[in-house]
């Protein structure tokens, strides 16, 4: 399967811990994002990488996320002291300069915060 | 605010008939437009878009057309099966950077 890939799948933790979320895009593809989508929402841009540099960041982003992409390939999303409020599935796509705009996503990680 | 707006939260159709699904935006920076279906427990999956120096742009089934003048466009699937049962969200980029913006999503079903 070359499509996005996304681990864990599911995680659940308690408020106050950190959790880690990994993403790996369809290979070549020097675009990768980050959304957020809680229930009867659609997906809410987080954060966008192009290479291994971070280029644009959302105001939802708080200071308790933090992304990476280091070798421009895969990336992470770290939520740290986790709250109720960051339960969401969070989705990650990619895409690559000069074919469009279309981003392609993943499954997704569904974040439950207890 | 919610730049993107999808105001009908279910649409449901017959087999063989067409389904139109509508979406609507306030920001006239926005210079690209897309549809995506989500099936439960997956994530979207591009379907069609359009650019805004564009009126209509056609796939097999599935036509999307954007009137600038009312900031609004349309999915047209003609005709509607089945497996078309799933979310759709209209998402918009704006001309200064590659973040989507989506609305809430209509969720279609299409009876047999």
């Known amino acids: 399967d070359t499509g996005v890939s996304q681990n864990p799948r599911h995680k659940i933790t308690k408020r106050g811990q950190n959790v880690t979320f990994r993403c790996d895009p369809i290979?070549?593809?020097?675009?990768l994002y980050w959304y957020r989508q809680t229930l009867g929402q659609g997906p809410e841009f987080l954060t966008y990488?192009?290479?291994?540099?971070?280029?644009?960041k959302s105001r939802l982003l708080s200071d308790r996320f933090s992304a990476e992409r280091p070798k421009g390939s895969f990336s992470t999303l770290e939520i740290q002291r986790t709250e109720q409020g960051d339960s969401a599935m969070y989705l990650c796509?990619?895409?690559?300069?000069?074919?469009?705009?279309?981003?392609?996503f993943g499954p997704g990680t569904r974040l439950t915060v207890t | 605010d919610q730049q993107v707006k999808q105001n009908s939260p279910s649409l449901s159709v017959q087999e063989g008939r067409i389904s139109i699904l509508n979406c609507d935006y306030t920001?006239?920076?926005?210079?690209?437009f897309l549809w995506y279906k989500k099936y439960p427990a997956e994530g979207p999956t591009f379907l069609i878009s359009?650019?805004?120096?564009?009126d209509k742009n056609e796939d097999g089934r599935f036509t999307v057309f954007l009137n600038k003048s009312a900031k609004h466009l349309s999915l047209h699937i003609v005709p509607s099966q089945p497996g078309d049962s799933a979310v759709y969200f209209c998402a918009a980029k704006g001309n200064s950077g590659y973040a989507l913006n989506f609305g809430k999503g209509t969720s279609l079903l299409v009876t047999p």
């Open positions: 990488f192009q290479n291994e540099a971070q280029l644009e």
């Open positions: 359009i650019s805004s120096i564009k």
């Open positions: 920001n006239s920076m926005f210079d690209y």
């Open positions: 796509a990619s895409s690559l300069s000069g074919t469009g705009y279309e981003q392609y």
């Open positions: 290979s070549e593809h020097n675009r």
